[in-house]
């Protein structure tokens, strides 16, 4: 039962790994974030730790390792873990979408040596979309494997890959077929780190989420066995599908926690200035912001969980994960922004968890589509299907 009045009902298990994740998200995370920004480190203990926990993998079944629960649980996760920092978050995000790629495509083999050895943080994944000509516009890229009488040849590169400085292994989406519809000559490979002619780039140095590993990868004649191919050859690009709702709400949820956090910190900031007198606290300019805050919180906690309730009952939520995704990435920029504002010189200091968060907020509205091509994605929906009920 709930010991509290709830905005929305949660089932035992959602509100078991809500709790799960919020406390591993303060014992954990919290106090590790800074120290890992100010490093831009991997955190090797965190990462095993989040395993231990079942918080990678989290709607894999149990017989591969994950914690075979629903994807609002995942969101409600999601939110916790970013609420902690949202590196470790889209790390686990990470996990999730290689992981539901390699159990709805991969073959017993490919699910026994790459799935279950993942969710127990035993490997570690990269996802190689994009190119440095191949970014919203994926249908451009270029990177090519030749089928050979071995396998497959693997020519070409990956820009901005989360995770690519320490991976395993990487699933990497390749044109596969030089002529035809660009659609339907691509094929997502599982590509192992220690294959000769794989190489990294330079770890990339970011404005935010900066334990978050990033670097290009290239794909220098490298040779990929037969059984490297996941799910079947051209179907690539519409195998990407697959993660694509799920991609969209957990980036929301990871939005929302970083606004969640930058509304505690205006709260914790504000209740000061009341309590010492100050001028700010009781201003309607202070006031007006947090209820702001407050209630676009609300608001894009609601769209979230409509999208993951819709993406469980195995409806279409194309649609609503990207409204979900476009209006939790922008507030959570519009409101870090506000909460650097409201502690003036303590907001821009270095000293300052808001400063981070600002800094954090950035790149929800990059990352998983940009805020336009969501735009792009629901004025199409709105467009085909007519108005919404
Ligand atoms: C921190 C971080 C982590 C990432 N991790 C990964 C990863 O793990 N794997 C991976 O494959 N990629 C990753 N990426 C790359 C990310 O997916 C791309 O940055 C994203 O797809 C946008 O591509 P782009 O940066 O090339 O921008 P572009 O596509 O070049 O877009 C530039 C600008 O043009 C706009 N634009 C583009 N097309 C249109 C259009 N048709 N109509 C209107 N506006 C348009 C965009 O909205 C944007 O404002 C990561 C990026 C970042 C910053």
């Not at 819709?310 to 506000?338: C, N, Q, R, W």
């Amino acid at each position: 039962m709930a010991s509290e009045v709830e905005f929305w009902p949660m089932s035992d298990r959602q509100r078991e790994l809500r709790q799960k994740a919020r406390e591993f998200a303060l014992k954990e995370i919290r106090p590790a974030a800074k120290a890992l920004d100010e490093t831009s480190s991997f955190s090797e203990d965190i990462y095993q730790k989040l395993a231990e926990q079942g918080l990678l993998g989290i709607t894999i079944p149990e017989e591969w390792g994950g914690s075979g629960a629903d994807t609002q649980s995942y969101a409600l996760a999601m939110e916790e873990l970013s609420y902690g920092y949202a590196s470790i978050a889209d790390l686990c995000g990470l996990v999730e979408l290689v992981a539901t790629l390699l159990l709805e495509l991969g073959t017993e083999k490919q699910k026994q040596r790459y799935l279950t050895p993942l969710v127990r943080a035993d490997l570690k994944c990269s996802f190689a979309l994009t190119e440095s000509e191949a970014g919203s516009d994926l249908a451009s890229l270029s990177s090519l494997a030749v089928k050979s009488p071995n396998g497959y040849l693997l020519n070409g590169s990956k820009t901005f890959i989360h995770n690519g400085p320490v991976c395993d292994f990487a699933l990497v989406l390749a044109r596969s077929q030089e002529k035809g519809d660009k659609h339907r000559s691509m094929s997502i490979f599982i590509v192992d780190s220690d294959l000769p002619g794989f190489s990294r780039g330079k770890k990339e140095n970011k404005l935010g989420q900066r334990a978050s590993q990033l670097s290009s990868l290239f794909f220098n004649d490298c040779l990929l066995p037969e059984d490297a191919l996941l799910g079947n050859d051209g179907e690539g690009f519409k195998n990407m599908m697959i993660v694509l709702e799920k991609g969209r709400i957990c980036i929301a949820a990871l939005s929302l926690g970083i606004a969640r956090a930058a509304l505690e910190e205006s709260l914790k900031f504000t209740a000061n200035q009341l309590k010492e007198e100050k001028p700010g606290g009781n201003s309607q300019t202070t006031q007006w912001m947090l209820a702001d805050m407050a209630t676009d919180i609300f608001a894009a906690r609601s769209m979230i969980r409509h999208a993951a309730a819709l993406k469980d009952g195995g409806i279409p939520a194309a649609m609503y994960a990207s409204m979900a995704k476009l209006f939790a990435s922008e507030i959570a920029v519009k409101h870090t922004t506000a909460a650097v504002e409201l502690q003036g010189i303590h907001g821009y200091s270095k000293d300052s968890i808001v400063e981070r968060l600002y800094r954090d907020a950035k790149v929800t509205q990059i990352y998983e589509g940009t805020s336009e091509v969501q735009r792009i994605i629901i004025a199409r929906n709105l467009l085909r299907k007519g108005l919404m009920p």
